[in-house]
């Protein structure tokens, strides 16, 4: 009986050794998905044409792969909700576990595999609203907004994605009352500036983000000032607020006076945002009685 027992166990250990030794296989990483843009399609809302009293359109533009492996959830563009709570996401930041090195090593190289099977999304998009040029960089699969302000009469808008090729044309006739100056910041491609614009009237008032001012001035919670009747004097723009954890990046801001007119005239402001940097001036600009 022992000598069996002899046998037996360095068979046993043998297995067990080997059993170890064994290599695993590594778990195999699925394949970069390559899109053929020819498949895509362009879908623009809302549905423009005819006669509109409102002056302000905002567009919502999607372009969808069918054969999209991995379709992202599409949700809604949340972006001015960090102005309201930045300090609040900063507290939480800084209220977080400092993490090993070997954590953040391994965040990083999945967040650098994530973008790389991403990289496909990201796409250039045209266009021409009224003959101004707007450019940007959009994601496929995802809504990207875009304020439009009409004119009265005759709106023309082109869309054109040029990957795909796919187009899309719309004409409209708008009843509103002018506005003749309007205050907006400009998009520099797919570049976003954290913070909101206040604009302070001759008089002193200070138009904010959903609120009209006494002399009829509204700053829209898009970040647009308008005025059908602005009143003579001095107009101060400043910049406000800002998400601590972003980037620095350079701010664009135009004010427009009887666009589209022989006595149209612009005023064009930039400055360097910093990061969490407190309200800073970009500029006056002087409207003459």
């Not at 939480?92 to 070997?102: C, F, I, L, T, V």
């Not at 304020?147 to 409209?172: F, H, K």
């Not at 506005?179 to 909101?196: A, E, I, K, M």
């Amino acid at each position: 009986m022992k000598r069996g027992w002899l046998f037996v166990l360095p068979l046993m250990c043998t297995d067990l050794l080997l059993a170890q030794k064994a290599p695993t296989k590594p778990t195999p990483k699925p394949a970069f998905y390559t899109p053929d843009p020819r498949q895509w399609r362009l879908e623009v809302t809302p549905e423009l044409g005819g006669w509109m009293s409102d002056n302000s359109v905002t567009l919502a533009v999607k372009i969808v792969d069918p054969r999209d492996p991995n379709p992202p959830k599409d949700t809604t563009d949340l972006r001015g909700a960090y102005d309201d709570y930045s300090q609040d996401y900063s507290d939480e930041e800084e209220a977080r576990p400092e993490k090993s090195a070997d954590e953040l090593r391994r965040e990083r190289l999945a967040r650098e595999e994530e973008e790389k099977r991403n990289q496909w999304r990201t796409r250039p998009l045209q266009l021409w609203f009224n003959g101004e040029a707007t450019s940007a960089e959009v994601q496929v699969g995802y809504t990207w907004n875009h304020a439009l302000r009409c004119q009265n009469g005759e709106n023309r808008l082109e869309i054109l994605q040029p990957d795909s090729g796919q187009r899309v044309v719309r004409t409209w006739w708008t009843f509103a009352s002018r506005t003749r100056l309007r205050v907006s910041s400009v998009q520099d491609g797919n570049t976003w500036v954290s913070g909101r614009l206040e604009v302070m009237e001759p008089s002193g008032a200070l138009a904010t983000q959903g609120r009209r001012s006494a002399s009829g001035g509204t700053l829209s919670w898009d970040g647009t000032y308008q005025h059908s009747a602005p009143p003579p004097g001095t107009y101060t723009l400043r910049w406000v607020g800002g998400y601590r954890g972003g980037n620095p990046a350079l701010l664009r801001v135009e004010a427009v006076l009887d666009g589209g007119t022989d006595r149209e005239r612009r005023w064009v402001f930039t400055q360097l945002v910093l990061p969490g940097a407190p309200a800073v001036t970009l500029g006056t600009f002087d409207i003459e009685p």
